[in-house]
C-alpha cells in the first residue's frame, strides 16, 4: 500500500514538475525555434521550424551592428561587475567583521537604492553625463550598473562572509602559516564561491538592463544588445528583421542558460541568502 | 598603522589590531554589551578601517543616487525644452500642474497600478504554488530549480520579443489559437499579454524568495500538525504561512517596487500604444522623444515620491520584517 501511495504522489509531483518546465521554457524555445526558420516558412505560425537555416545567425555576425553591440554588451557588463564586486567585497568585509559607526546606515542606504526608481534617474541623468561628456559612452553605463549592482553585492556577500569560519585563519597561523599564507591557503578558498556567485548576479543584472541602456546611449559606439535589438526593427537593411531579432536574442540568451544550468545551486542561494534572513 | 586598502591586506591589518578573546563575538551581540570606555587605540583603526573600506561602495552610490535625483528636482522647478534651449527658465511648480492635470499621466498611472496589483497578486499565488514545487517535489528537484531560474535570467526584452510574435497574426503560435485578431492591438488584450509577460519572467523570483521562507518552517511541527489530524490547507495556512509570514512581506515589498517600474516589456510589446504607457513609458517618451527635462524631470520626482510612499507604507504595516533587518543588529 504504501508503495503505491508513494508511487501515485511521485506521479503527481512529476506532473507538476512538466508543467513548470513547460512553462518556463516554451518562450525560450519558441524565440529559437524563430531563429532558425528560412525567411519563408518565417510566418508559417507553427511551434517548430519545417526547414532549418543558419541564415540568419550569418546575417547578424555579418552585420556591424550586432556586433559591436555585443562586444559593448560583454565590455560594459564585465567592468561593471568586477568594479560592484571590488567594491561590495570590500564593503562586505567591514560590514560582517569590523565595528564602526554608520554600518546600519551603510545597509540601510543600500536597501533604498536596491528599491529606487530606476526611471526616476534617467532624466537627470541624461542631463548630467550630457554635461559630463559621457553621454553615449560606456563609463556612461557602467557608472548607474555599478550602483545597482552594489546593494545585491553587498548583501549577498555579507550573508557568505558571516558564514565563513574566520577562526580556521588563527588557527592556521598557529600552526605557522603566516598571514599571506593563512589568507592565500584558507579564507580566500572559503570566500570565492560567495564571491564568484555575486559576480554571475550581478553580470545577470548588467547585461540584462535595457533602461539605462536606451536612454543613456544614442550609437553604435555604446549600444548593448537589449538596445540594439529594437533598432534591428527600425531600419532597412534587413529584409525581414524578425529572424535577425530572434537570432540575436539567442545569442545573448545563451550565456545567461549556461550560467543557470552549472550554477543553479549558487545563484538561488545567492539570490535568497541577503534578501531573507528574517 | 598603516592601512592597505585591498581586503587582502586589511583583513591582515585588523587581526593584527584585534585584542584576543573578542575574535569570535558575533556581530550582533557586539553593540550596546557594556558602556562604551575611551576608545582604545585598536577599536580606532577597525573604525577607520571600516570607514575606509566602505567609502567607496558608499561614495557611488550616494553620488549615482542621490545627486541625480536633487538635480531633478532643480530640473522639475524650470521650463527645460533641449529643442528650445533660450526659453530656459524657473517656473517654480507650474510642471507639476502641468503633469497632475493631463491625462495621460493618469491614464500612465492607472495602467501602472492595474498592472502592479494584478501581477503581484497572481505572482504571489503562482510563486506560492511553484516555491511548493520546488521545496517538497519527490522527483526532478534540480531540474524544476534549473528550469524555473530561466526567465528570471533571460534579458527581458528577448521574453518580450518572444510574446511578441507569439500574439502577432500570422506569425504566432499563440495568435492562431484566436480567429484571426491581433491582440497586441486592442487596449485590453494588449494589457493582458503585458501582464503575462511580466507574471512569466518574474514569478520564479518571487518562488525563490518564498522558498527560502519554507526552508524555515520545522519540519517536525509539520508533522506535529499532521498527527493531529490537520489537513493539508489547515497545515499550509496555520503553520507554514505564520512562520513565513516575513519572508511573503519581503518578496512582496520587493515584488510590489519592482512591478511598478514597469518598462521593458511595454516598449516591446506595445511601444505603448493604445493608451498602454506605464508612468515609467511616459517619462521616457517626454524625456527622449520629447527631449523635454522639465516635465520628464517632473514625472522622474513623482514616481520617486510614489515608490517612496509604497516603500514607507509596506514598512509602516509590517515593521521590521523588512530586509536589512538580517544584519542582526536592526532587531
Known amino acids: 500500500m504504501a508503495v503505491e501511495t508513494t508511487t501515485r504522489a511521485k506521479l503527481r509531483w512529476g506532473l507538476l514538475d512538466v508543467i513548470v518546465v513547460v512553462f518556463a521554457l516554451v518562450p525560450v524555445l519558441w524565440i529559437a525555434s524563430l531563429s532558425f526558420k528560412t525567411s519563408a516558412t518565417l510566418t508559417d505560425g507553427k511551434f517548430w521550424p519545417r526547414e532549418w537555416t543558419l541564415d540568419n545567425y550569418r546575417t547578424i555576425f555579418d552585420t556591424d551592428q550586432f556586433v559591436r553591440a555585443l562586444i559593448n554588451s560583454i565590455g560594459i557588463a564585465l567592468i561593471a561587475t568586477a568594479i560592484a564586486v571590488v567594491l561590495g567585497t570590500m564593503a562586505a568585509y567591514a560590514i560582517s567583521r569590523l565595528d564602526f559607526p554608520g554600518k546600519k546606515l551603510l545597509v540601510g542606504v543600500s536597501l533604498l537604492i536596491a528599491m529606487f526608481p530606476q526611471v526616476s534617474l534617467v532624466s537627470p541623468l541624461f542631463e548630467i553625463e550630457r554635461q559630463l561628456g559621457i553621454f553615449d559612452t560606456w563609463p556612461g553605463l557602467i557608472l548607474p550598473y555599478i550602483t545597482f549592482a552594489l546593494p545585491l553585492a553587498i548583501y549577498t556577500l555579507s550573508a557568505f562572509f558571516k558564514q565563513i569560519p574566520w577562526d580556521l585563519e588563527k588557527a592556521a597561523k598557529m600552526d605557522g602559516a603566516t598571514q599571506g599564507q593563512a589568507f592565500r591557503r584558507v579564507i580566500a578558498p572559503l570566500a570565492a564561491p560567495g564571491v564568484f556567485t555575486t559576480a554571475i548576479l550581478v553580470f545577470i543584472f548588467c547585461w540584462n538592463d535595457f533602461l539605462f541602456a536606451i536612454t543613456l546611449t544614442s550609437t553604435e559606439r555604446s549600444r548593448t544588445v537589449p538596445v540594439a535589438l529594437q533598432f534591428f526593427t527600425g531600419e532597412s537593411q534587413f529584409e525581414d528583421p524578425t529572424g535577425a531579432i530572434c537570432a540575436a536574442a539567442v545569442v545573448i540568451t545563451v550565456p545567461i542558460i549556461l550560467f543557470v544550468l552549472f550554477f543553479q545551486r549558487r545563484i538561488v542561494s545567492g539570490l535568497t541568502s541577503g534578501a531573507v534572513k528574517g | ?331
Open chain 2, 1 to 331: 598603522m598603516s592601512i592597505n586598502a585591498t581586503p587582502a591586506g586589511a583583513d591582515v591589518a585588523a587581526e593584527a589590531e584585534r585584542p584576543t578573546g573578542r575574535h569570535a563575538a558575533v556581530p550582533g551581540q557586539r553593540a550596546g554589551r557594556r558602556p562604551r570606555p575611551p576608545l582604545s587605540e585598536n577599536k580606532r583603526a577597525e573604525r577607520r578601517l571600516g570607514w575606509l573600506l566602505c567609502a567607496p561602495a558608499a561614495l557611488v552610490m550616494v553620488l549615482v543616487t542621490a545627486y541625480p535625483i536633487l538635480y531633478s528636482v532643480w530640473l522639475s522647478l524650470q521650463r527645460f525644452d533641449l529643442r528650445f534651449p533660450d526659453e530656459r527658465e524657473f517656473v517654480g511648480l507650474d510642471n507639476y500642474v502641468t503633469v497632475l492635470t493631463n491625462q495621460f499621466w493618469w491614464t500612465a498611472f492607472g495602467v501602472t497600478a492595474l498592472i502592479t496589483v494584478v501581477t503581484v497578486v497572481i505572482e504571489l499565488v503562482l510563486g506560492m504554488g511553484l516555491a511548493l514545487i520546488m521545496h517538497r517535489t519527490l522527483v526532478g528537484r534540480g531540474i524544476v530549480r534549473t528550469a524555473a531560474l530561466i526567465p528570471y535570467g533571460i534579458v527581458t526584452v528577448v521574453a518580450a520579443f518572444s510574446w511578441r510574435y507569439a500574439w502577432t497574426p500570422g506569425t504566432g503560435y499563440l495568435a492562431n489559437l484566436l480567429d484571426g485578431s491581433a491582440p497586441l492591438t486592442e487596449r485590453a488584450s494588449s494589457l493582458a499579454i503585458i501582464m503575462l509577460a511580466e507574471i512569466w519572467k518574474t514569478t520564479p523570483f518571487m518562488a525563490l524568495l518564498l522558498m527560502a521562507g519554507l526552508a524555515l518552517v520545522p519540519e517536525d511541527l509539520l508533522k506535529a500538525a499532521s498527527t493531529d489530524g490537520a489537513t493539508g490547507w489547515q497545515r499550509f495556512t496555520k503553520v507554514m504561512l505564520p512562520v513565513m509570514k516575513p519572508a511573503i512581506l519581503v518578496a512582496l515589498l520587493f515584488r510590489t517596487l519592482d512591478a511598478f517600474r514597469v518598462f521593458d516589456n511595454i516598449f516591446v510589446l506595445t511601444s505603448g500604444a493604445n493608451e498602454t504607457s506605464s508612468v515609467s513609458m511616459l517619462a521616457y517618451n517626454n524625456l527622449i522623444r520629447g527631449l523635454n527635462l522639465g516635465i520628464g524631470s517632473t514625472m522622474s520626482v513623482l514616481i520617486f515620491l510614489t515608490v517612496a510612499i509604497i516603500a514607507f507604507v509596506f514598512v509602516k504595516l509590517f515593521g521590521t520584517a523588512a530586509p536589512g533587518s538580517d544584519d542582526g543588529e536592526r532587531r
